[in-house]
């Protein structure tokens, strides 16, 4: 199974804003808005100090790991650096100690040597949609392959047919402009079944299958 999960978007279908750079991986928009129910939440990977909230929102993000073997992810969301690698030393925003826990397929048309920190091994592939996938389910030995993002992958795995399952979380903000998932979430009913469950927390939580 392939699944996209706690994806967080605005409300006008952003997955992130304009201008990502370093100190900014989601550009203009402000993650701590688009993505600060999860980061409360108790189950947030990671975590350590024993804290967060509990609810519906743990216990959405507390799926995240669930019977995952292996993540897709756009080369975006791995770096905010374009063109040839100029600095092969990045090693992705999430420190020595990456939340994946599993081998990790990045997209780029400019591939470059794996590495390993911890228990995750980042892979750079060329490639398209299904013999990516092809690859990650291998990897995955028979448990799920996790779709990370951002926009533009999930948006050509779509295309390409090949999500079984999306949880899509969308805040009330808009951001105007960047890299957008959708016009509405209506656009995805042609080929998926929609429950909507609203959030304390503000965030509205679309979970998408198909039969």
Known sequence: MVRVHNMFVSSDGYAAGEGQSIERPFGHADPMVL???????????????????????DYLVRDYHRN??????????????????????????????????????VMTHHERPSFAL??????????????V????????????????????????????GLIDTLHIAVSPVELGAGSRLWNSPDDLLDRYHRDIVPSPSGVVHHLFWRD
């Open 35 to 57: 993505g600060g129910w999860a980061f409360a939440t108790a189950s947030w990977p990671n975590r350590t100090d024993g804290t967060g909230s509990r609810g519906l929102d």
């Open 68 to 105: 995952i073997g292996a993540e897709i992810m756009g080369r975006n969301k791995f770096s905010p650096q374009r063109g040839p690698w100029a600095d092969q030393e990045w090693k992705g925003w999430w420190g020595d100690e990456p939340p994946f826990h599993t081998p990790v397929f």
């Open 118 to 131: 911890s228990d995750t091994t980042f892979h750079f592939v060329n490639s398209d949609p299904a013999s």
């Open 133 to 160: 996938l092809s690859l990650a389910l291998e990897a995955a030995d028979g448990k799920d392959v996790r779709l990370g993002g951002g926009a533009d992958t999930v948006r050509q795995f779509l295309d390409a």
